[in-house]
């Protein structure tokens, strides 16, 4: 099993900024991507930013130029930098990884962690 732990979130003010981490534990080869997904009230999850293993990385159009995704590949984590941030970030955002687990790719989610914008 593999398991993910989100830490980082919090209350904001708009234009205020948050550091979300996440590490990945358990038994596996490798942890190819890994990102980061939200999900507002109402709304349906979306994927917010995921970077390759190599550090390419991938952004949702709303968030380009304000939140970078990073990541410590010896510590299997991956960071969310979030800087101006919007009332309309406001979601639970959860961790996302592809696990190598004996030649087979699984994915794995976080359990989320609560991230509030008030303007």
């Known amino acids: 099993q593999v398991h993910l732990v989100e830490s980082g979130g919090g209350l904001v003010q708009a234009g205020g900024s948050l550091r979300l981490s996440c590490t990945a534990s358990g038994r596996f080869f490798s942890i190819n991507a890994m990102g980061w997904y939200r999900q507002a009230p109402g709304k349906q999850r979306e994927l917010v930013a995921d970077?390759?293993?190599?550090?390419?990385?991938n952004y949702a159009d709303s968030v380009k130029g304000r939140f970078t995704i990073s990541r410590d590949n010896a510590k299997n984590t991956v960071y969310l930098q979030m800087n101006s941030l919007r009332p309309e970030d406001t979601a639970v955002y959860y961790c996302n990884a592809n696990a190598n687990r004996y030649g087979t790719i699984y994915e794995y989610w976080g359990q989320g962690t609560q991230v509030t914008v008030s303007s």
């Open positions: 970077i390759t293993s190599g550090g390419s990385t």
